[in-house]
Structure formats: C-alpha cells, structure tokens
C-alpha cells in the first residue's frame, strides 16, 4: 500500500519486532506490508493516509497509455558521467556523480490543459499536476505521457528514463498478499537473478524463528526489484502454470537439503 503523510512532521511506527517505519512530512512512500500501513493508518490517522493517485479526466478520442515509475531501479549504473570543460587545456574531462536513478522518488509533473473556448472567446486552464509514486505506474492520456515524456527529454540527462511507457497491469501479478513462497517462484520465472543476485529467500530458507514481520520484510524486498520485470513489455510474464511448476521445483530442492 502507498501512504502520503499531510503533516509536516515525520510519521512512525514500529511493529511487533521493534522495527521502526518512518515516513518523512509531506512525503508519499511504500509500498509498505498490509500490516505496517494498518499501524499508520490507525496510530496517525488524520495525518497518514493511503495514495490515491488524483484522477485525470480521460479526453474523448484519445487512447489511455500507462506509465511507470522507473527510479530505484538496480538496473541503472551506480554513477553518472558526465564532462565539464577544462579552461586551463580546454578539454573535456569527465566527471561522475551518483545515478540520481538509482534511488526511488515521486516523480512530478505539471500538464499544460492550454485553453477552452467560451462564449466570449477563450480562458486559460489551468495547470493539471500529475504525480506517480515509486514502484508504481498509472493510465492517462495519451496527450498528458507524450508531454510528461518530451518534457523529461529535454531536462537534467541523468533523469532520463525515471519515466517509462508500461504494461497494463495483469490479472496475475504478485503482491505482497501472495506467500512468500509463491513471490519467490514467480521472480525465479522471470530471472535467475532472483536467486543469485538478490538473494531471494523462501519460508524455511528464512529459517524456524522468522516471524511474520519477517516473512513480509522479505516479501517487500522482492517485490521491489520484481517491479521493474512487471513494467517492461518487453518480458514475458509466466502463467500460472509455470510458476506452480517452479513452486513445486523450489519445494523438492528444499527437501533434498
């Protein structure tokens, strides 16, 4: 669940096991567990509330698209180069900064409505703010996505990409009401990397004393990087099928150990 704190103070809870959850003022962060929402939900209300997305109207004629969130990605580079003149040899020399990619941001955007005829000529409409929390993706306009897109064309370079055209969400995407188990199966479809890069771990491989704070800490940590799988239409996504398989498969491995 995506949260928005309205004060201007930082928010927190803490679950069963001591584990602090903060949320920064005026900020909009998660997605965070089921659990860990219903805790700020119930211990800061009025100040905490869930995300809901501000609606943007859909414009007659025009297909919807969906976009995506694309920062906090590990896919991008860890450092950004880029080069600076030298005055004294009047080369370029290149510098590096870290990717401001690689760390999960809300991105914002204003949409120029440009003007509406009336019946004594034309008004102004105004600006229609956009906005599209980290991990998640929306359908608008064709219109609003080719402007927010140009617009971050033409901006910082080392933003380029934190904006990217999605799938549609599927009727079988894994959330974190999913077992564990089940997430972990579906990553490892997707990509071996799951396991060797990410170090995705089941129940058991969690071990006897995990609790559940724990098992949805590790569904959380998953689902994260599992985003970017999820958006890209370039992947294919595994059918229920495959993923019982690689469920089943998961299960013999553990008790051959």
Known sequence: MILENLSTADQCVWDEEGREYRIAGRAI??????EVA??????????????????????????DVWLANNTGSPNFPESFVYYTLNRLTKQKEPRAEPHPNREPRTLNFEYDQGQRRIANGCVNLPNLPVRLAPFSRRRVPETVARAWLTAQAMGDPSHADALILSREPTAHEPNDTWDLDEIVAYAVCLSQDFRDRFQAKTVRELGKD????????????????????LINPEINLPTKHAVTRRLNELKREKDAK
């Open 29 to 34: 962060a998660g997605p965070y567990p089921r």
């Open 210 to 229: 995990s609790s559940t704070g724990d098992i949805l800490k590790e569904k959380q940590r998953i689902l994260k990087p599992l985003h970017f799988f």
């Open 38 to 63: 219903r805790k700020f939900l119930s211990e800061c209300e009025g100040r905490v509330l869930e995300h809901v997305p501000e609606l943007i109207p859909s414009e007659p004629g025009t297909p």
